[in-house]
Structure formats: C-alpha cells, structure tokens
C-alpha cells in the first residue's frame, strides 16, 4: 500500500513542466495536480510513474477566470473552489456548486482538481458529464505547443482520452450560460459519496413555452460521457412537461451502450439511463436550491 | 533519482527539517520523522480518513499527499487541539458523547470536523452529514460524533464560531 519509488520535479511554472514532461514522458513521467486518484492509484500499485512533476506550487493556476462568455478554469482550481455559486456568473455557478457537492468527499473536494479530472476521464466524473452536456474545451499544453480539443473528440473510452503523455491540461474552457437557461442534474449511486452508477445532466432555454438549444449527456452510463442527440430531438421544441421528459429518457435508453460489471448487469444501466435523464429534466422544471456563499 | 529530498515544513507552529524519499506519505512522515503519531494511517488510499490533517487551512487526506509536497506549508494535526492540558471544545464533546468508542478513527474525525468549520463556521445540519460520511467509524459511532459536533458548535458560537481550541473559551 505504499507507491513504488519515484523522482520527484517541482517546476516553477507551466511551460516548465512542459518541458521536462516533454523529456521525461517516454520513460513514464507524469503530471501530479490534485493528486487524489493518482496517489491512491499509485499506492494500490496500478499505476507507475518513473517521475512526478508537481504543479502545486505554480503561481497563479488557482483561480478562474470569465470573459467573452466563458468560464476558464485552470490547472489548480479545486472542486471544492467551486461550492460557492459566485464562482460564475449565473446559472452555471449554480451548476457548478451543485455538481461539485456530489464529488467524493470534502477533503477530497479540497485537493483534487477540475482539469485533473478531465485527464483521468473516470465514466463516472461529474465533471466529465457537464464538459460533454456543455461542449467545453479542454486546453493542452505541450513542449511543442497549445492546442484546443472539444468535449466531443476528448474521450476515448474509459480512463482513456486523446490527451498524449507529453501533454498537460492548462485548462478547461466552459460556455457561461444566460440566466433563462434551464439546467437540470441527478446522479444515482449506492452511497453518498461512491463513484456514480449514472448521471444526467441538461441544459436548455423556452422560448415562447418550448425548449430551444437542448444540450443533454449521460456519465457513467457508457464508457466515456457524451450528448444523446436522440434525446436532444425529443425535446427540441416541446413543453416542458412530463410527457417530453418522459419521451427524453425513452429515447436516451434506446440510444445507448451501457457498460457492465460484476455487480451491475448492463440491463439495469440501461433501465437507470432512462431514470436519470427523467430525473435530471424533472430537476431543470424545479427551483434551484440556494447555497449560502460560504468560503470554498 | 527517487533519493532522499531534504525539505522542511511547520507542523503545529513548530519547524520540521525532513530527508524522505518522494514517495513517502505526509502521513507516515508525520509519524515517523516528526513523531506525531496522534495521525493514524488506515487504509492508505484516502478512503478511511484517520489521517485526515489541515495543510495551508484545508482539511485533506495525509495518505493522499507525499511529504515533500508540503514543503514550505502549515500542517495541524490533532496534537494541535490541546493547549496547556486543555481540551477543545470538540474533544471535550466527543467524551461528553461518548463519540468514541475504540478511537482509532477519532483523530481524523476531530481534525476533519475542526478544519472544516473553521473554513466555514456557518455549516449546516446537512451538510454536516454530508462532512461527517467523509470518514468511517468501524465501531459506528455516527450519531455520537453528530452529536458532539452540534453540542460543540453550539458553545462556541460566542466564541467566534472557531470549533478548534479557544484560549479565553471556558472548558469544562
């Protein structure tokens, strides 16, 4: 239970660590943020890095950032950075404070990171399914360069993405949403705080009384998080009620590959993909719930 | 590579000059090169939560953390929460509630509850369920640390709202 040996590199700034990434990736280098799937994966030994290059104490990586409509969220922003509604402006805030209260457990919520979630793609991550809902963009780094790649192209499968060892996220873009959107979100797990069987999460405005630009994706339902155009269609220029939502969540079941494992037969995620669009419409209909602005 | 790295950190106000090979966790280094053995190791993978610790003012786990990460960094541990032979108001609830039974886990549920609402004083009841399945209590003792906890947080609302040690709070 202890990690096997490794070397140990504190860079002073981003493009530092790219640069002994880019050197170091090959022989099995890796990036620490968070640290809070790592270090556990490391400790159980499936998981080996010859180096790891920390990025805690890199100035100036902690705080996000808005403009032009989007919210930037950079390498050392903590899910617990995000209880705090005013973390965004408007409905996405809110999001996010109630996305970031269902991830693991507080003091985890203190140490892992937003964008470290990203890279380690686990089906399940709450944040995963809002960077699919949201068609965000992941931001890499690399010795060689910047790119952008969106939510759509980032998965591969699961815990696998297009992300190349050599590459560090520098952050993750999300659109801010205006203040009529209606968003909804609802995970099912066994106990407070397990990785989530399945989650939904949607986003949509009314116009004249019926749902425009309907954004919907499934997490830990499939290998990897992404929109249900099927269930996009069902929705798209409907009411609001429950017979859309309904007609959603039939159309989101049919539409998927759900996976399996010994304690959950792929029948029954099928069965919970349709519970938790439903679910997760249902809560889009309803008041959100205030948090007090608390600090992180 | 993996050699030793020399590295010091403050462990409750005090300075620690540590040589720990990189993968060794704050939580082990706590107890082995500071001595501070009142930081339990459970599982080892930030499930259990016994080496819960408050660094630079947020609670995380010790097992999740390797030492030379905290260089430079403030760590409180529980040996922190008694000054002069006196207890914290937390602690002296958690015997007033009989909130703990074998004790193992105690430590982490002490240094859980004390950072957390000192990050946010005004906590609610559900959130504080939410805060306290952040740790296992293999005697399942829950109700007790609830218990202890709420009396805790009533006494010090006059006392700043600080559920940690209190110089001028009156322990009984």
């Known amino acids: 239970m202890k990690a096997a040996p490794f070397a140990y590199f504190r860079p002073a700034s981003l493009e530092e660590a790219a640069e002994r990434l880019g ?10 943020a968070g640290g809070q799937s790592l270090v556990p994966m490391m400790a159980l030994r499936v998981a080996y890095a010859s180096e790891l290059i920390d ?11 808005q403009g032009n409509g989007v919210l930037s969220v950079p390498s050392l922003v903590r899910h617990a950075d995000f209880h705090r509604p005013s973390v965004a402006r408007g409905p996405l805030g809110q999001a996010l404070a109630t996305l970031s209260r269902q991830i ?11 964008c470290g979630s990203l890279a380690h793609a686990d089906p399940s991550s709450e944040w995963g399914v809002l960077c699919a809902a949201l068609d965000a963009e992941i931001e890499l780094l690399s010795a060689t360069g910047r790119r952008r790649v969106a939510a759509a192209d980032w998965w591969l499968g699961a815990m696998e993405t297009v992300r190349e060892p050599e590459d560090i996220i520098a952050a993750v873009h999300l659109p801010l949403l205006s203040d009529d959107t209606c968003w909804g979100f609802y995970e099912f797990n066994r106990r407070a705080g397990d990785f989530a069987l399945g989650m939904a999460f949607c986003s949509y405005r009314l116009e004249n009384g019926r749902i425009v630009a309907p954004h919907i994706a499934l997490g830990g339902i499939e290998e990897s998080p992404r929109r249900i155009p099927q269930a996009e269609t069902a929705l798209k220029g409907a009411l609001p009620d429950a ?27 099928r069965d919970l993909a349709g519970t938790v669009v439903r679910r997760a419409l249902q809560a889009s209909a309803q008041p959100k719930r205030a948090y007090a602005e608390m600090p992180a | 590579m993996s050699e030793p790295i020399n590295f010091s950190l403050k462990v409750n106000g005090a300075t620690y000059s540590l040589t720990c090979p990189p993968r060794k966790t704050l939580a082990d ?22 080496c819960t610790v408050v660094v630079d003012g947020r609670t995380v786990r010790a097992c999740l ?3 030379v990460q ?21 602690q002296q609830a958690f015997i007033d509630n009989h909130a703990l039974q074998c004790g193992f886990c105690t430590p982490g549920f002490l240094m859980l509850i004390t950072g957390a609402f000192e990050r946010d004083p005004d906590i609610s009841e559900d959130e504080l369920t939410e805060l306290l399945s952040s740790n296992l209590c293999r005697c399942t003792g829950y109700r007790n640390i609830a218990r202890a906890v709420l009396q805790a947080a009533d006494e010090i609302v006059a006392g700043g709202r600080n559920i940690g040690h209190q110089p001028n709070a009156e322990v009984r």
């Open chain 1, 23 to 32: 050197s170091n990736a090959d022989d099995g280098a890796m990036i620490l």
């Open chain 1, 55 to 65: 990025l805690n104490a890199i100035n100036g990586l902690d705080q996000v950032a």
């Open chain 1, 104 to 114: 693991a457990h507080y003091p985890i919520r203190q140490r892992g990171t937003f």
């Open chain 1, 243 to 269: 017979e859309t939502f309904e007609a959603a969540a039939a159309a989101a079941t049919d539409a998927i590959t759900p996976l399996e494992d010994p304690g959950t037969p792929a029948a029954y995620r």
């Open chain 2, 29 to 50: 280094a706590l107890r082995e090169d500071c001595g501070l053995t009142g930081t339990h190791v459970g599982c080892e993978h930030g499930v259990c939560g016994a």
């Open chain 2, 65 to 67: 953390m390797f030492a």
């Open chain 2, 70 to 90: 905290s260089e430079g960094a403030e760590v409180r541990t529980v040996e922190d929460l008694t000054k002069d032979g006196a207890l914290s108001p937390l």
